[in-house]
């Protein structure tokens, strides 16, 4: 009696494409997109009255800011290291352009540009991180 020996499985390597470029990502945008969304629940507990929220609406500021410069540098090494989709480096150098005049318009109180700039920001913010989290975030630029 004969035994024949089944031929081994194929093994493939995985796709390439932005795996962990796209989790560092993905983790910035969440954190972003939250620091965010806080900035208006801030100022509206500044203007119901507690005028120390001002102090942490400006922290905050600062933390929203932050985060879209790291939100930036993890969509560059997305894109150039993890051949990521482009659009996502340009909307993120986006924000953090609008922030960066968003806090100067909150500084001198230009509050007629400050809110709709501000909303605009989350929105763009929320978006991008939604996308994130698409599956057309994981192909390859390559693969498109």
């Known amino acids: 009696m004969s035994t024949k020996i089944a031929p081994a499985p194929e093994i493939t390597a995985a796709a ?32 119901d009255g507690d005028v120390d929220a001002l102090a942490v609406h400006e922290i905050n500021a ?15 090494v997305y894109v150039w290291a993890g051949r990521g989709r482009a659009w996502p480096l340009y909307a993120s150098l986006g924000l953090v352009l ?30 991008l991180t939604v996308w994130l989290f698409r599956a057309s975030a994981r192909r390859s630029r390559r693969a498109s």
């Open 62 to 76: 600062t933390v929203v800011s932050g985060l879209g410069v790291c939100q930036l540098v993890a969509a560059i």
């Open 16 to 47: 390439p494409g932005p795996r962990a470029t796209l989790w560092t990502l993905r983790v910035l945008a969440v954190l972003h997109a939250l620091s965010a969304i806080a900035q208006p629940l801030l100022a509206g507990i500044y203007l």
């Open 98 to 127: 609008a922030e960066q005049v968003q806090v100067g318009l909150g500084y001198e109180r230009i509050v007629a540009i400050h809110i709709p700039l501000g909303v605009s920001i989350i929105a763009m913010q929320i978006l």
